[in-house]
């Protein structure tokens, strides 16, 4: 009789179903390997204010959430509502939780973060409809759009054709992606302890998804 593992619970929230899509499928397919250390409970909540988020989860131990959202573009629209959403990230420290919550951006968004995980991709694009044509490639899909892409049969599809090797394989290239940036001497930004890239492509998704495969030994 095999032995029973422990569960691991992580807290999330996300600003759209494409990213509680993946977390459900990553949760599941961690769970169906036989090698993984641990069992995983991934909380995630369809949430863009992560303060609301931090007030909803009742907890009294410390306590990690990581937040995932874009940054869609480097138009002011686009600046002010990721450093409106850094402010919210830090004020929830001061709810008295034991809150840390972590950073969990993409530079321009989530697509980025799935392209990685079947191809190399350090193309600096000026829009976030252009992330269409390496999706299409990277899964052999055929989207006309990026909404048809995300609609839940089709982003479900292209889930079914990634495994936990590709997941590896997507952390690795994201630090690649990071490292490139600073041996290219971009400017790293530090706002409120949040350090990131404004410049494209860039993203800090993989390291949340790095610590799970490490605490279960899978990494």
């Known amino acids: 009789m095999s032995k ?3 569960t691991r619970k992580y807290y999330f ?9 993946y977390l459900e499928w990553l949760q599941k397919i961690i769970n169906s390997e036989p090698s993984a250390r641990f069992k995983i409970s991934l909380d995630s909540k369809i949430e863009k204010n992560p303060l609301k988020r931090a007030k909803s989860i009742p907890i009294t131990q410390k ?3 990581t937040h995932f959202f874009d940054c869609e573009s480097n138009d002011a629209v686009h600046t002010k509502q990721f450093i409106a959403t850094l402010n919210l990230l830090k004020d929830t420290s001061k ?4 809150i840390k919550y972590n950073l969990g951006y993409s530079n321009f968004t989530f697509e980025l ?26 899964f052999g899909e055929n989207s ?18 990634i495994s936990l090797v590709e997941v590896r394989a997507a952390i690795a290239r994201s ?21 990131y890239y404004m410049s494209n492509p860039c993203l800090s998704v993989w390291e949340s998804i790095e610590k799970i495969l490490k605490d279960c030994d899978l990494l």
């Open 4 to 6: 029973m593992k422990n």
């Open 13 to 21: 929230s996300v600003e759209g179903e494409t990213e509680d899509w």
């Open 63 to 65: 306590t990690e959430i």
């Open 95 to 98: 709810l008295g939780k034991q």
């Open 113 to 138: 973060w799935m392209v990685l995980h079947k191809i190399d991709f350090n193309t600096i694009l000026t829009h976030r409809r252009q992330y269409l044509k390496p999706i299409n490639k990277a």
């Open 144 to 161: 006309s759009e990026l909404d048809q892409y995300k609609q839940k049969v089709n982003f479900r599809r292209v889930l079914s054709k």
């Open 175 to 195: 630090k690649g992606i990071m490292q490139r940036n600073k041996e290219n001497g971009f400017t790293m930004n530090e706002y409120k302890g949040y350090q």
